[in-house]
């Protein structure tokens, strides 16, 4: 069946400091791709999304692309804040009937000043 | 807008009693989503409903585990009997459609700790 694999954390780093959280997929068909986050105490929020081959999403400074031929997602962002400082979820679904999401483990990221 | 609401917020219980979680989700979203989050697991689904009807059980993990929704809005998670193991947080999610392309909205959760 269809599964995300996300690199494990805890990832620690400081201020500033560049991101990349990697995210791989095994899919029968051509899913959408998804990073969602958990701030601290909050619930889960879509952070950006990519739905074919080569689209890149982009928000809040964090870009992903979606890659078919490695079947990757990975997470970057150039400079993080302390405000980043999270639980990151890499996710697929289809459309129709199967949308629901089909989740990573997530990475904790913690971004110390 | 209000977004995507749960009750009760934390329920802790007794191994073998039965424990009803509610979801209210947002105003004309018609695809209401059951996940599962624990330790062990990580983000797990459970079951979907499009409107009133839900074409996708598959994730139920045992037949303890059972949902109904009403109105095409409220949703109500019933575990039965519960067991240890059933100790999570149970997130409730929805979107305007179903399918790929409709940002799903995430409720805050429902922590669940059974005795």
């Known amino acids: 069946g269809d599964s995300v694999t996300q690199m494990e954390g805890p990832v620690t780093l400081s201020e500033e400091a560049f991101l990349t959280i990697n995210c791989t997929y095994t899919a029968t068909g051509y899913p959408s791709l998804f990073w969602y986050v958990q701030y601290p105490g909050e619930g889960l929020q879509l952070l950006l999304k990519a739905t074919k081959a080569d689209d890149k999403g982009s928000n809040k400074g964090f870009e992903a692309t979606y890659r078919k031929e490695t079947t990757s997602f990975h997470l970057e962002k150039g400079s993080v804040q302390v405000s980043d400082s999270a639980v990151y979820f890499c996710?697929?679904?289809?459309?129709?009937?199967?949308?629901?999401?089909?989740f990573g483990k997530g990475t904790k990221l913690s971004v110390k000043p | 807008g209000a977004g995507v609401s749960q009750s009760p917020s934390n329920k802790v219980t007794e191994k073998g009693k039965d424990v009803e979680l509610r979801c209210d989700p947002i105003?004309?979203?018609?695809?209401l989503y059951w996940y599962r989050q624990s330790l062990g697991q990580g983000l797990e689904f459970l079951i979907y409903?499009?409107?009133?009807?839900?074409?996708?059980k598959s994730g139920l993990p045992s037949d303890r585990f059972s949902a109904e929704r009403t109105g095409g809005s409220v949703s109500t998670l019933t575990i039965q009997r519960t067991q240890q193991e059933d100790s999570a947080v149970y997130l409730c999610?929805?979107?305007?459609?179903?399918?790929?392309?409709?940002?799903?909205?995430f409720g805050p959760g429902t922590r669940l700790t059974v005795l």
């Open positions: 105003s004309g979203h018609t695809a």
């Open positions: 409903f499009q409107g009133n009807s839900a074409p996708d």
């Open positions: 996710a697929l679904n289809y459309g129709g009937s199967q949308g629901n999401l089909i």
């Open positions: 999610a929805s979107s305007r459609r179903e399918g790929s392309y409709n940002e799903q909205f």
